[in-house]
């Protein structure tokens, strides 16, 4: 139907396209195939592949054949600007890799999931207890924070590559060895990437043909009974393509359109702009290589064709009677840029690619897709391109953002290797991690959330640093009713503040307050048969009792080699009996080596049992008992407010062995222990306990334990190379607001980009950033303060409930 005088008025401009005599042919074709034909098409005949076979190698044409590789995003906007250097080289390196004989497709898709599936992987049942309306509250915020965000938008990135041989083995000889390589380039860069097999591949045809994300089922073994082919378990209802700028895909509306490179420079954030959307968006890059001795050619061409243009201008000129120097601006502008390129693939490591630019959008209705589409245009009006939708060419369009490896779209840019690598492919790395993640904030850059797994990371040890009042405690906190909520594991905590009391009353958890004044007693020489890997647990259990004299004793020089040997001789002597009959009533105390000393009648022996006397027999006798606190809940904390600055450090070394003891005990259980020291920086002023903290950083791992340290003196961390080793052996790292002096220390030490420095530089409580490995992240954790949740977490006086 004709438009009417206002409908052309209002039609927006489109850049005309030239177009070969057989481009026209083939537009018209289809012209004809579907004049007046507005019904819906069989979907499985217009997806072009011809087989799908199970290791992932989909056959296009009979010679035609391709693969595909999914790869994770990583941190570059926000790194530094030599490892965006690092990365954009690599990425010329992998596009230079490729030669004319391999097609590539990189593919980038953001795609919906069900909503109703993905809002339950959050919800944690009632279980009937006490502790039901916290997760409800826990359960609330999780909700929000995904309502908030775009985590209901999978964003996904894939690599296809195709190639052409005489027969499937040699194809799949060959493509197994690009596959090789361009996983290594992935690694140079230091993205994860993994080849796809073909399920997989299937399900992400599947999310392009379904955008609303229905589940994808399907199972090798029911081809055969069925008799259906793959094509008919991603195929979505129907296709209509009767419209010449946009088709029906089932009961959606799609367009697909092309990126019209107009500007002469272009920048790296380009494609990050198209994939910074909270819609569904299909974007896919088709890069050919030239054969560069052809291209060489080509461009000389070219030139010879532009001075013989200039000849001619200047005959014209000299008839004309002006001056023959004067010649038209286009003509002197590309005669210089082609010289320039002609120079740049001679001389540089530069290549000759073809590139097409398509993007794909799907909406509900059709208002919908044109608002889309708008706002993909205003993205590329942004860097001074246009978005012209592919008239007539929507089916070959779509087919064409398939991640098949194969282009039906002819409109092509020639372009350079570094112009081609500019659309980096990379943007910023989400932490998203299914199974037992739990909750630890919102990426500060796109709103989505961070579901993390400690025990999954190389070394699950982690560090909260931040200055007083940045919210360390309360990240800690957040972080325990996790734990509890999600997991069930135990949780330990060193409370030297008296801080984490409302939380651990609420959660039905046990609180063991030590004071000189309180009967509720531990025993530093507590220990089990399962202490130590060795088949005498009384190697680790001397180290401990050894720091513990060292810190009893004070002094710059430590323990002398002749008193460690009395202390040695002691540790053997008083656990021989418990040994022997490992009963309650056996167990030493402190009284026992101390006269253990005293027997061995040395002067050394004499003067370690002197220093010990007033922690036995004097005012400061509080671990001089047996145990007589039975821990039977799975959060424990250890309240150590009262003990005093004499005895405070000795009791945070006794909460750590304590602790060591019942992690020992909980692996033979198969159970995880969670274990947080609050004030970390007391442990490390002392070189005795600093030591025994790195024991513990060090071995933890091993025996299922994940301490976590919480402090706000970087410079302890760094004052000698073995306390460096705590941060070293920490491979999650919360970075709350940061001194001036310690910003310095970190950005050195954890190559930490100015970018992301930002976020700790006078940053609000519970803000900052997160390494996890080797990404770095920033991110905010709000908990709103009107619930409970806050109330028994909250530091801040007059905040906190009333218990």
């Not at 005088?5 to 289809?30: D, F, G, S």
């Not at 299922?704 to 000698?720: E, F, H, R, Y």
Request: proline residues 4%.
């Amino acid at each position: 139907m004709p438009l009417s005088k206002k409908q052309r008025n209002e039609a927006p401009e489109r850049t005309p396209v030239k177009l070969t005599r057989a481009e026209k042919k083939e537009i018209q074709a289809v012209i004809r195939k579907y004049k007046g034909d507005g019904k819906p098409h069989s979907a499985q005949e217009s997806i072009p592949y011809e087989a799908m076979y199970q290791d992932g190698i989909c056959r296009l044409t009979p010679r035609t054949f391709s693969k595909c590789i999914e790869f994770a995003d990583i941190s570059y906007q926000l790194a530094q600007a030599d490892t965006k250097t690092a990365i954009f080289e690599n990425l010329c390196d992998l596009y230079n890799y490729l030669d004319a004989s391999i097609h590539v497709q990189f593919s980038f898709i953001n795609h919906k999931i069900d909503p109703k599936q993905y809002a339950k992987s959050f919800e944690i049942r009632a279980q009937g207890d006490d502790f039901d309306d916290i997760r409800a509250e826990y359960s609330a915020i999780l909700k929000n924070q995904l309502v908030s965000g775009n985590n209901g938008l999978i964003k996904r990135k894939f690599l296809t590559y195709t190639i052409e041989a005489d027969n499937l083995k040699l194809a799949r000889a060959r493509l197994r060895r690009i596959e090789t390589d361009l996983l290594g380039y992935f690694k140079s860069m230091g993205a994860v990437a993994w080849g796809l097999d073909a399920k997989a591949r299937l399900e992400v045809m599947h999310s392009i043909f379904h955008p609303d994300g229905e589940p994808f089922q399907f199972d090798w073994k029911w081809l055969a009974p069925s008799g259906l082919s793959t094509k008919d378990f991603i195929a979505p209802s129907s296709f209509r393509f009767g419209n010449a700028r946009l088709f029906g895909l089932g009961g959606k509306y799609g367009a697909v359109s092309f990126l019209n490179i107009l500007s002469p420079e272009l920048s790296d954030e380009m494609l990050a702009d198209f994939l910074n959307t909270e819609n569904g968006i299909v974007v896919n890059l088709h890069v050919q290589a030239i054969d560069q001795s052809e291209a060489i050619k080509t461009v000389k061409r070219k030139i010879t064709d532009l001075d013989a243009m200039k000849i001619q201008e200047q005959k014209r000129a000299v008839r004309s009677g002006y001056d023959m120097d004067i010649l038209p601006s286009d003509l002197a502008t590309y005669g210089q840029d082609a010289k320039e390129l002609l120079k740049t693939l001679q001389s540089r490591n530069e290549r000759m690619f073809q590139l097409t630019f398509l993007v794909l959008n799907t909406a509900d209705t059709r208002q919908k897709l044109d608002n889309d589409v708008f706002w993909a245009a205003g993205v590329a009006q942004k860097y001074n391109c246009s978005l012209v939708r592919l008239d007539y060419q929507q089916e070959q369009g779509l087919m064409s953002s398939l991640p098949l490896g194969a282009s039906h779209i002819k409109i092509e840019r020639s372009l350079t290797t570094s112009s081609v690598a500019v659309f980096v492919p990379f943007v910023t790395q989400e932490l998203f991690q299914g199974g037992d993640a739990m909750y630890y904030g919102v990426n500060a850059k796109t709103g989505n959330m961070i579901m993390l797994d400690r025990k999954r990371a190389r070394c699950p040890n982690g560090l909260k640093l931040g200055t007083p009042g940045s919210g360390k405690s309360m990240s800690c906190k957040s972080e325990i009713l996790s734990v509890f909520l999600c997991t069930p594991d135990d949780v330990y905590i060193c409370d030297p503040e008296a801080e984490y009391y409302p939380l651990v009353q609420r959660l039905h958890g046990q609180v063991v307050k030590l004071s000189p004044t309180s009967k509720s007693y531990v025993n530093p020489l507590d220990i089990n048969l399962n202490y130590s890997e060795d088949e005498s647990p009384l190697a680790l259990k001397s180290d401990f009792v050894l720091s513990f004299c060292e810190l009893v004793m004070g002094g710059k020089n430590g323990l002398e080699a002749i008193e460690k040997t009395v202390i040695d001789r002691a540790v053997q002597v008083i656990y021989r009996p418990y040994l022997a009959d490992p009963r309650p009533e056996n167990m030493p105390i402190l009284s026992d080596l101390h006269a253990a000393l005293l027997a061995q009648h040395i002067p050394e022996a004499d003067r370690v049992a002197q220093a010990l006397d007033l922690y036995v027999s004097g005012s400061l006798n509080v671990f001089n008992h047996r145990t007589n606190v039975d821990i039977e809940s799975r959060i424990v904390a250890f309240d150590i407010k009262e003990l005093g600055k004499q005895l405070k450090k000795i009791g945070m070394l006794i909460v750590q062995d304590q602790i060591w003891g019942r992690v020992t005990q909980n692996r033979s259980q198969g159970k995880a222990t969670w274990f947080f020291c609050d004030e970390f920086h007391l442990l490390l002023r002392e070189e005795q306990t600093a030591a025994f903290s790195c024991e513990i950083w060090k071995r933890f791992r091993k025996w299922g334990g994940i301490p976590t340290g919480a402090t706000q003196n970087v410079k302890d961390l760094l004052s000698s190379p073995e306390i460096e080793n705590i941060l070293e052996n920490s491979d999650f790292i919360c970075l709350l607001n940061q001194a001036s002096g310690d910003r310095k220390i970190l950005a050195e030490r954890l190559n930490i980009s100015p970018q992301q420095l930002r976020y700790v530089d006078n940053s609000e409580p519970g803000e900052g950033l997160l390494i996890y490995e080797n990404v770095i992240l920033p991110f905010k954790n709000p908990i709103p303060k009107n619930t409970q949740l806050y109330q028994i977490m909250t530091t801040r006086l007059g905040e906190g409930a009333t218990i």
